[in-house]
């Protein structure tokens, strides 16, 4: 009985997780998306943090992360992660009432394929430990991999507009989130051995960098277009690249067969389908073809 109400307290806590980042990223986006033009410009971050419903919406994504530390704790990542991983599930029947429409049947059957390959790549194959704090050494291939693709997804996201846009900030944006997790747990994992000591470490100025930068891209990403089309591809780059990065660095095991292998792939591909999918959907259409309404000035009286 004491296992079920854990297991129990770990599915709540999962699912309100994922509603909160999904509630969190509607309130950002729709603020980020009267910013303007100012993708990739840290001027945006600075209109934004003056904005009471994007400090809002940040707020609730923060949150999300205490519910899934909740959840974490009376039940594994296998169970939880995957659970917290579908909130794209709950985003786009957000986003269609706040268009005032239904969701189109492209949209249902793309965000199922997304939700549903995340939770087989990440629930196929439990992790197998591996090192805990793994030296700069065996970083440097990972940040020389992920700052080239994120300066790659950078300059092309600069050069087209549109659906193109978001999908190349967005990938971006998984990719620095992805990082950061992992960067999170070396430096978690060092806490218990060097206390505060742990400042002297590189690895928590290297996460306040790449915070820094994913906030700036996943924003960027916001502002660009439809909420619809960037979170299930941040929701589809953070795991793939934080499970990557735990293979190549962390010594953590991919999968435990040929067979589990070949699910995590399927699962992956079946997630970047849906994306496929939901791009040609009349919701993201529908989103891309808004033009916002310039952003009030922070403290200016609308007009009457």
Same mark, same amino acid.
């Given at each position: 009985? =004491? =296992?079920?109400?854990?297991?129990?307290?770990?599915?709540?806590?999962?699912?309100?997780?994922?509603? =909160?980042?999904?509630?969190?990223?509607?309130?950002?986006?729709?603020?980020?998306?009267?910013?303007?033009?100012?993708?990739? &410009?840290?001027?945006?971050?600075?209109?934004?943090?003056?904005?009471? &419903?994007?400090?809002?919406?940040?707020?609730?994504?923060?949150?999300?992360?205490?519910?899934?530390?909740?959840?974490?704790?009376?039940? !594994?990542?296998?169970?939880?992660?995957?659970?917290?991983?579908?909130?794209?599930?709950?985003?786009?029947?957000?986003?269609?009432? &706040?268009?005032?429409?239904?969701?189109?049947?492209?949209?249902?059957?793309?965000?199922?394929?997304?939700?549903?390959?995340?939770?087989?790549?990440?629930?196929?194959?439990?992790?197998?430990?591996?090192?805990?704090? !793994?030296?700069?050494?065996?970083?440097? !291939?990972?940040?020389?991999?992920?700052?080239?693709?994120?300066?790659?997804?950078?300059?092309?996201?600069?050069?087209?507009?549109? &659906?193109?846009?978001?999908?190349?900030?967005?990938?971006?944006?998984?990719?620095?989130?992805?990082?950061?997790?992992?960067?999170?747990?070396?430096?978690?994992?060092?806490?218990?051995? *060097?206390?505060?000591?742990?400042?002297?470490?590189? *690895?928590?100025?290297?996460?306040?960098?790449?915070?820094?930068?994913?906030?700036?891209?996943?924003?960027?990403?916001?502002?660009?277009?439809?909420?619809?089309?960037?979170?299930?591809?941040?929701?589809?780059?953070?795991?793939? =690249?934080?499970?990557?990065?735990?293979?190549?660095?962390?010594?953590?095991?991919?999968?435990?067969?040929?067979?589990?292998?070949?699910?995590?792939?399927?699962?992956?591909?079946?997630?970047?389908?849906?994306?496929?999918?939901?791009?040609?959907?009349?919701?993201?259409?529908?989103?891309?073809? *808004?033009?916002?309404?310039?952003?009030?000035?922070?403290?200016?009286?609308?007009?009457?």
């Amino acid at each position: 009985m =004491c =296992c079920l109400v854990a297991t129990l307290i770990a599915v709540i806590a999962a699912l309100a997780a994922a509603f =909160c980042f999904a509630l969190g990223s509607l309130m950002q986006q729709g603020v980020a998306r009267q910013s303007g033009d100012e993708a990739l &410009r840290f001027r945006l971050l600075w209109d934004l943090v003056r904005q009471p &419903r994007w400090v809002g919406g940040i707020a609730l994504s923060t949150f999300s992360f205490g519910l899934q530390a909740l959840a974490l704790a009376f039940g !594994p990542l296998t169970l939880v992660q995957p659970i917290a991983a579908t909130d794209v599930l709950f985003a786009l029947p957000m986003i269609a009432r &706040r268009q005032r429409r239904r969701l189109g049947r492209r949209a249902i059957i793309g965000a199922l394929l997304v939700a549903v390959g995340i939770v087989v790549f990440l629930a196929v194959s439990p992790p197998v430990a591996g090192v805990s704090s !793994p030296g700069i050494r065996a970083w440097l !291939p990972v940040f020389i991999a992920a700052g080239s693709l994120v300066a790659v997804a950078g300059v092309v996201g600069l050069r087209v507009q549109g &659906r193109l846009r978001v999908v190349w900030l967005a990938v971006a944006a998984g990719a620095l989130y992805g990082l950061s997790d992992a960067i999170i747990k070396s430096t978690v994992d060092m806490i218990p051995t *060097e206390g505060i000591g742990v400042l002297a470490h590189w *690895e928590p100025y290297t996460l306040a960098v790449t915070g820094i930068l994913g906030a700036l891209y996943g924003q960027s990403a916001f502002s660009a277009g439809a909420l619809s089309l960037s979170l299930p591809v941040i929701d589809t780059m953070e795991p793939v =690249c934080a499970v990557v990065i735990g293979a190549t660095v962390f010594g953590e095991q991919l999968a435990s067969s040929p067979l589990n292998l070949g699910f995590q792939m399927a699962g992956a591909a079946g997630a970047v389908i849906g994306i496929w999918v939901l791009s040609s959907s009349k919701i993201v259409e529908a989103e891309t073809s *808004e033009v916002p309404a310039p952003a009030a000035a922070p403290g200016a009286t609308p007009s009457p």
